[in-house]
């Protein structure tokens, strides 16, 4: 019996942790223990509901094509369960494992060639070579980014065993291409005038896969003061630094002379998050270029809809006077950093 063979493998726990969403006995649920996209494509079409996966991701050769082969085996509200091992659960078994000073030494070995190796150009091809990809070092966000980016949506998660543990459901089929951001520098899809797409360049501090992931986070931890998501697990520690400098926005001097920004105007904003502002004060965001220092400085709101009624503020004002208005609120947001020292979270 699939319970059995379950139990077995990964213990009485993750059955029950499957169990709560699949029937495993059932013949439209698919139970494999591979690390190969082969043995997902040669599963029958149109035939299983379910896919669980009981091998860890991290030894998945080529991760988005394997996730894209479940997605393509699956209908629509279909669901896979699957694992993997974080970058976290990672290091605290390894801190355990070995003991102290050689635990850290082998930690950060680890780190430089798991996860710093299968990112670079130069160190890819390597890497793959010699591990065959297997035991990759994968964060949780990264895990989670590449499944929305496939398709997916998150619909449960537990921790078992040192595994993280994830459900999620095909929202749709999988697009033909992803395009994560892995560099230093890295663009983002922002919506602009009249409402036409800007990649907006930033330094980065989030971790691969972050953009997919804005929608998840929002959902679970929603809003903190100053209209940002709380808790955000996607920002770096270093990130947080640079998010506090405005280090991170340096690139986005390009965009101003590119003509995408302008110096001072509204944040160019994600489809997402611009979904959230009425449909007035989104239409009157539109008709203006926005740009690279916020209003937000000026009036330093603390809700989102402190935020919308600073933004719309600022909108009307220089909708009446352009310069002069960008006059007054650089001036105004020069003293309140400068003076009062306003920072970003």
């Not at 077995?8 to 499957?18: I, L, N, R, S």
């Not at 890497?127 to 929305?148: D, M, P, Q, W």
């Not at 691969?208 to 520690?237: A, C, H, V, W």
């Not at 110096?263 to 959230?276: A, E, I, K, T």
Request: a positive charge.
């Amino acid at each position: 019996m699939l319970k059995d063979i379950i139990t077995d493998v990964a213990g009485k726990q993750v059955y029950e942790f499957v169990s709560k969403y699949v029937d495993v006995e059932n013949n439209t649920t698919q139970v494999l223990m591979t690390s190969t996209k082969f043995n997902v494509d040669k599963l029958e079409n149109n035939k299983f509901n379910n896919i669980v996966n009981l091998k860890k991701i991290n030894d998945v050769i080529r991760i988005n094509k394997f996730i894209k082969a479940i997605n393509k085996k699956l209908p629509l509200d279909g669901l896979y369960i699957g694992c993997v091992e974080t970058y976290l659960l990672r290091r605290i078994r390894i801190l355990k494992k070995y003991p102290p000073v050689l635990n850290v030494l082998y930690f950060w070995f680890d780190f430089i060639f798991k996860r710093v190796f299968p990112k670079l150009p130069i160190t890819k091809k390597i890497y793959f070579f010699i591990t065959l990809g297997r035991n990759r070092a994968i964060s949780k966000v990264e895990t989670y980014g590449r499944l929305y980016s496939c398709g997916f949506k998150i619909i449960d998660e537990t921790v078992i065993n040192h595994l993280q543990y994830f459900v999620v459901q095909k929202v749709k089929e999988s697009p033909i291409k992803v395009y994560p951001s892995y560099g230093f520098f890295f663009g983002m899809r922002r919506v602009g005038k009249n409402g036409k797409l800007i990649t907006v360049y930033k330094i980065r501090t989030m971790r691969p896969y972050s953009e997919y992931l804005q929608e998840y986070i929002y959902e679970k931890n929603k809003l903190q003061e100053g209209g940002k998501i709380k808790n955000d697990i996607r920002i770096t520690r270093w990130g947080k630094f640079l998010r506090k400098f405005w280090i991170d926005e340096i690139p986005m001097i390009y965009n101003i002379l590119k003509g995408d920004l302008k110096l001072v105007g509204v944040r160019p904003l994600s489809q997402h998050f611009l979904s959230l502002y009425t449909h007035e004060l989104r239409e009157k965001r539109m008709k203006f270029k926005p740009g690279l220092i916020p209003p937000f400085y000026k009036d330093m709101p603390k809700t989102l809809e402190e935020i919308m009624e600073s933004e719309s503020k600022y909108l009307d004002a220089y909708e009446k006077s352009p310069f002069i208005t960008d006059i007054k609120y650089f001036f105004a947001i020069f003293y309140n950093i400068v003076i009062k020292k306003a920072r970003s979270h």
